[in-house]
DNA sequence: CATTTGGTAAACAGCC
DNA sequence: TGGCTGTTTACCAAAT
């Protein structure tokens, strides 16, 4: 009995091989829309796609952030509470416990909560039953806790008759304290670590975390965080959970950021990283690392003291001022049974949060590495940018082993190499005329922005029914090249497109006609016979005559060479969304990489994500860092030379992807799908 | 405003 | 016969 837990998905397949093609569905299957529409009709269409895709992985994020924060909460108020060995707690002679409901009450979602969530109307049906599944997960969990609960009292006064007749030991006990003080210094130091892990948090604006109840934010997310907002929290989310597993190891925290921009420099990290702080208020103030944050800076915070209250489970106790507060929890909650119990009792809360969490982290793993990792893969990605590599390389990444920087848009990187303007805005003007919008940005300045850019933004038009900015033969080209014969029959051309754009899942009749068209009429395709057949070829020469007049003096093109330098300024609000929808998921997938700790599951999936990683790496050999076609058109321009086709896409063309291995060589699952009679 | 370029539609031929 | 492949033409729209 197998049961895909992506997302809403309610199906059911019955053997593993089912699943994978279910879950390849997700991938490839637009959802929806059966509508014949002419292409240049469904501006809306795509544009609720668009934003679908927005809210999907915006929501894998918060959904995580979400149990993050709860387990961050309840661990925070149990490790505060002190710990005790299991032994010693077997021993612990248990008198009437009254652990209070609210303690066994961890916290779900809160009405509040739900509340906010429902006010961020971003949140589609699906993101919602996904929560309401969480909470009664959640609930369940909690149910089971105070069954255990009910057992563990039993047997608990079941120890404590027995202990009764056969008295105590001192000595014993007198030992068993001494553990217990030096475990609580212990603790002492995991939990300052975590303070100024949550302090640092709060500062950043990320998260609102208000004493009563676990922040929720989804509220920063929803509404419309820029990518390096989400960088940092997925970083923190990443990060935090090991931090707090490895006491006082700080070196977790080093997320992509600074594994991208320098392994040496951690503490530069934010500021690099947060090109767009400037943008957005919160971020402004922007304190770079947790570290940094001295526990001696709020001497009066305490996880379990806020708003004049005491945190202790089922206390609630009011304390005028901090120091009457240490006194009622030297008093009230000192090292005694109930404390004990009540610890113990947060113990399990957190563990099952833990193990909550863990599930879920896996699961948006799985979901990541399916619609991501996958797609990393098959690509040669012809390497047009010489030129601009080493120039970033040099800048950013020539500390860090090259290998290890998957880049994205996004990346610090960008940022630094002085003239860029990518794909990002080639991709995001895409995004909002994205209807007609036709030809022109890729071929225009010639191939480099076409590969880089289909390759960069593969997930995204793979999964959103984007109409991709690229000619029919940058497409085709691309395609060909990436091929580990740079060959291909039609045939696989079609399977290329329908691979690699949702938004060629449909009409097939349409650009399929289109793709034959321009293999005929473009001189640059050659038509190549085979002892199979024929396949075709890209004549790179001629297909860089087929744009010889120059870019150079395009103004626009030289106006985005002037932004482009604040590539990390402040991209206007609908850039930013672009952006973001672009480089979600590659961000995630580099985040999580950078962290070298994310327990158990992660050392799998991370290995899994190396692998690819790697692979793509190799396979892009000296890729520049952001892949950014834009970069790699930038030296031409720059060098206002006529477009030399050797010097421009030397490398392009002749790199060849030698262990290039597609996993979908042969998927037809598109192919001439019924659906795809409907047009015209 | 003319030209170029790209996308779409469609007719057609050859082949399997 | 029908589908696929490949070529070609026509038309339109956008960019230049």
Redesign the pocket.
């Known amino acids: 009995m197998f049961q895909c837990v992506f997302s809403s998905s309610v199906l059911q397949p019955h053997s593993t091989s089912c699943l994978f093609k279910h879950l390849f569905y997700h991938s490839a299957t637009p959802a929806s829309q059966k509508q014949p529409e002419?292409?240049?009709s469904k501006k809306t269409e795509i544009q609720r796609q668009t934003v679908r895709a927005h809210s999907v992985k915006l929501f894998i994020f918060s959904a995580l952030q979400v149990a993050r924060q709860l387990l961050l909460q309840q661990q925070q108020q149990q490790q505060v509470s002190g710990l005790k060995s299991p032994k010693r707690n077997d021993k612990q002679p248990a008198l009437q416990v009254p652990v209070s409901v609210a303690m066994m009450t961890p916290q779900v979602i809160t009405p509040q909560q739900m509340q906010q969530i429902l006010q961020q109307q971003v949140l589609s049906p699906q993101q919602l039953q996904v929560l309401l599944q969480q909470q009664q997960a959640l609930m369940l969990q909690q149910q089971q806790l105070q069954e255990f609960y009910k057992k563990q009292q039993e047997q608990l006064q079941l120890q404590l008759l027995q202990q009764q007749h056969a008295g105590k030991q001192p000595k014993e006990q007198q030992q068993v304290a001494t553990q217990q003080l030096a475990f609580q210094q212990q603790l002492l130091q995991m939990q300052q670590l975590q303070q100024q892990h949550l302090l640092s948090l709060q500062r950043q604006g990320l998260l609102t975390i208000q004493p009563g109840q676990p922040a929720l934010p989804l509220q920063p997310l929803a509404q419309g965080m820029i990518p390096t907002e989400l960088q940092q929290l997925w970083k923190e989310v990443t990060s935090a959970h090991s931090a707090e597993e490895t006491t006082g190891s700080n070196h977790s925290s080093l997320d992509l950021t600074t594994t991208c921009v320098s392994s040496s420099a951690p503490s530069k990290t934010s500021l690099i990283m947060n090109p767009h702080a400037s943008t957005n208020g919160q971020l402004s103030v922007h304190t770079p690392k947790r570290e940094s944050l001295s526990h001696e800076e709020h001497p009066h915070s305490h996880p379990l003291y806020g708003h004049g209250v005491c945190k202790w489970p089922g206390c609630e106790a009011v304390c005028e001022d901090f120091q009457s507060f240490l006194k009622h929890l030297n008093s009230e909650h000192a090292l005694d049974d109930r404390s004990t119990a009540q610890c113990r009792v947060q113990m399990q809360v957190v563990q099952q949060l833990e193990l909550q969490l863990a599930k879920d982290k896996e699961r948006l793993q799985a979901m990541m590495t399916h619609l991501h990792v996958k797609s990393t893969e098959p690509k040669a990605a012809p390497q047009p940018l010489n030129l601009v590599s080493s120039v970033t390389l040099s800048k950013s990444a020539s500390e860090a082993s090259p290998q290890s920087l998957p880049h994205t848009p996004t990346t610090p990187t960008a940022p630094i190499t002085p003239v860029t303007q990518g794909p990002s805005v080639i991709t995001t003007t895409s995004m909002h005329t994205v209807g007609?919008i036709?030809?022109?940005y890729s071929?225009?300045y010639n191939v480099p922005i076409s590969s880089a850019d289909i390759a960069q933004n593969q997930e995204f038009y793979k999964n959103a029914e984007v109409r991709p900015p690229f000619?029919?033969?940058s497409l085709i080209r691309q395609a060909i090249l990436e091929s580990p014969e740079k060959q291909l029959?039609?045939?696989e051309i079609?399977n290329w497109f329908t691979r690699m754009f949702a938004y060629f899942r449909r009409n097939a009749a349409?650009?399929k006609?289109?793709v034959?068209?321009?293999?005929?009429?473009h001189k640059c395709f050659v038509?190549v016979e085979n002892v199979k057949?024929?396949v075709?070829t890209v004549d790179e020469v001629e297909f860089q005559k087929?744009?010889p007049?120059k870019i150079s003096g395009?103004p626009s093109l030289i106006k985005n060479m002037q932004t482009s330098h604040a590539y990390c300024t402040p991209l206007n609000a609908a850039l930013q969304q672009a952006s973001m929808a672009e480089n979600s998921i590659p961000l995630y997938t580099t985040a999580s990489m950078g962290n070298p700790t994310l327990g158990n599951l992660a050392s799998a999936i991370r290995e899994e994500l190396n692998g690819a990683m790697e692979h793509t790496n190799s396979n892009e050999s000296d890729s520049s860092p952001g892949r950014s076609p834009l970069q790699a058109v930038h030296p031409v321009h720059v060098k206002e030379e006529p477009l030399d086709p050797e010097e421009a896409e030397g490398p392009l063309s002749l790199v060849t992807t030698a262990n290039h291995s597609p996993d979908f060589d042969h998927d037809r699952d598109y192919e001439?799908e019924p659906v795809n009679e409907d047009?015209?």
């Open positions: 002419p292409i240049y007609p036709r030809r022109r071929d225009k000619t029919y033969a029959t039609l045939n079609y349409t650009w006609n289109a034959r068209h321009n293999l005929s009429l038509r057949g024929a075709w087929r744009r007049q395009n001439d047009m015209e």
